[in-house]
């Protein structure tokens, strides 16, 4: 459908069919007609892929992944939006909506029954407070896909693409990074929005591993220790995965001797190869203190 970009087109739409916009839902339609065509190309939708969207607006992007895909299966949660997406993707015929909220729905089921034989690749403008359980889910998940492309807002991208053991890292850093390659794609305005928000956004993709490393004990105690890390910023990684998981302090500051760091550091100058050897270290200690 034509006009998609203009606002006197999404007007005439949402007036069509008596939608307003949700501020609980964190609606910001894209009117910038460079955004989505980028988005697409540099996602991977292309011949011999299968795309899941995630959070279509008006369908916008939903178009331009159609045009370049084998098919696209869209979540929308909005159930309002649903009869203006049948009437603004009406010429595509490898379009299929899921009404259905994209931390709930089945992924592994939907790959399995949507894309046989295909490629899949994941691209999603995300509304900003879902971002970091959305990509946790889609990373945690280990789907079968090659790659998620996402707009966030600008400073939730830079932590995302942050490198281990800088300042502007966090827990969700390392999850990233365990799980993939993460890269910043390009900057966009908050200008490029309808209504505009009062941040700019920046698309990101994340290039997922063929396996994660296996070098790590225990998975899910690696990831609680990374999480306590970062739960009190201020402290120190000692102390603070001290407080937060409840293990004495001498056991986590011998963990942290062995690990070869030191038990003063802020959690955000160690590494991903020292959080890993931290983890384990402090996994065997924390079972030998528990028998």
Known sequence: MEGL???????????????????????????????CPKIAEMGNAQKGFGVI??????????????????KVCAIELDNRL????????????????????????????????????????????LPYYITSPVIMRLLEERLPIKSVTVMVQKEAGVRLCAKTGTRESGAVTYAVRYFSEPKMLFNVSRGSFYPAPNVDSCVIRFDIFDKTTESVADEKFFFRVVRAAFEQRRKTLCNSVSAILGIDKSVVAQAALLAGISASI???AVEMDQMISFANELYELYKLTNK
């Open 82 to 125: 649903i009869p203006i997406l049948d009437e603004t993707l009406a010429e595509y015929s490898n379009v299929k909506i899921f009404n259905d909220d994209i931390l709930k729905i089945d992924l592994h089921k939907l790959i399995d029954e949507e894309f046989d034989g295909l490629e899949v690749t994941v691209c999603a403008n």
């Open 266 to 268: 802020r959690p955000e």
């Open 5 to 35: 970009y203009e606002i006197k087109t999404i007007n005439e739409i949402l007036q069509r069919h008596g939608f307003s916009f949700s501020k609980k839902l964190g609606q910001n339609f894209l009117i910038n007609p460079t955004v």
């Open 53 to 70: 969207e995630i959070g279509t607006g008006i369908g916008v992007l939903t178009n331009e992944l159609a045009k370049r895909a084998d």
